[in-house]
């Protein structure tokens, strides 16, 4: 089985999700890449920018059927 990871940016409303290219191994694996992409796409944003606007990051992993 398979996992790929789908992250949501939502300030007021959530934004379309996007797919994550690389699939994973592991539901562990997805979900540390969850966490890191997260944090950095925030550090990218920057504080004033989060703060102001309210900005969080959502992650889920989905489990895929091998092809």
């Not at 997260?38 to 920057?46: D, K, P, Q, V």
């Amino acid at each position: 089985m398979k996992f790929i990871l789908i992250l949501v940016i939502c300030n007021a409303t959530c934004g379309p999700q996007f797919e994550w290219p690389q699939k994973f191994d592991s539901f562990y694996d997805c979900a540390r890449m969850g966490y890191k992409a997260a944090e950095l796409r925030i550090a990218e944003f920057g504080q004033t920018y989060v703060d102001k606007n309210r900005t969080s990051i959502l992650f889920s992993c989905k489990e895929i059927a091998e092809t």
